[in-house]
């Protein structure tokens, strides 16, 4: 049975493209241009994913999700334009369970989608290899990183940060965020450790292929990950 999922988007472009990469990962789509619309119908039937516009017609993003938030634990991504909403969404305060920034890449959400479902979704795609980017694959069993073929172990700490970066990818993470993913025995650590295992991870991927990056500074912000 297909995984069904609901794009809450009034800029039908952008709605159509993401239907048909997500189509070609074989997820069913719906499409809603209005939230009051869309609300409407998630009250009669709730879907296994929603991908929802922060800025709507009718009902908006935010009111939405809260609302579902008082029935239903559906996994919701916001689609958002506005910077200054970031806080407020990875604060949790309306229950989303991810956010992506516009512009974005269709590639990117079909990765978010697939990294949220697997962590909401009992059985979804649960393997040992985890392989969001065709260029990378990381085995969690054995701690090691693949780039086009070739292959080095990582640490515990490497592995951990890496995975918490390459399951979001787009998403910025300060460091603070990756010290509370890597760290979960709330030990404090200054912000140059964290820089300091980025630059050892950055060097055992490069040495794989120089050419290819895929761990971003963002000044100011922190760390991100960018498939290829």
């Known amino acids: 049975m297909k995984i069904e999922i609901a794009i809450v988007e009034d800029e039908p472009r952008l709605a159509s493209v993401l239907q048909d990469y997500l189509e070609r990962d ?5 499409i809603w241009s209005d939230g009051s619309d869309a609300l409407e119908a998630f009250r009669e039937e709730v879907p ?15 009111s939405i999700c809260k609302e579902l938030r008082k029935t239903s634990n559906v996994p919701i991504i916001m689609l ?10 990875l604060g949790l305060e309306i229950g989303a369970d ?9 590639r990117e959400v079909v990765a978010r989608v697939k990294a949220v479902l697997r962590r909401t979704l009992p059985g979804h795609d649960q393997t040992g290899t985890e392989q969001l980017d065709s260029k990378m694959i990381i085995n969690e069993e054995s701690a090691t990183v693949s780039v086009e073929g070739q292959s080095t172990s990582l ?9 918490a970066l390459y399951q979001s990818p787009g998403r910025i993470y300060s460091r603070e965020q990756l010290m509370k993913k890597i760290y979960d025995d709330n030990r404090i650590v200054s912000d140059r450790t964290i820089d300091s295992h980025v630059k050892k991870l950055r060097q055992k991927i490069e040495q794989l292929n120089p050419a290819l990056e895929f761990i971003h500074s963002v000044y100011g912000l922190g760390y991100k990950y960018e498939p290829l």
Not at 83 to 89: A, W
């Open 48 to 62: 296994d994913l929603i991908l929802l516009d922060l800025m709507l017609p009718g009902t908006d993003g935010l």
């Open 155 to 163: 640490t515990a700490v490497e592995l951990k940060l890496l995975m």
């Open 26 to 30: 074989n997820y069913s789509v719906t």
């Open 98 to 106: 991810d956010y992506i920034c516009k512009p974005y890449s269709p």
């Open 80 to 89: 958002t334009a506005r910077v200054e909403e970031i806080d407020r969404l």
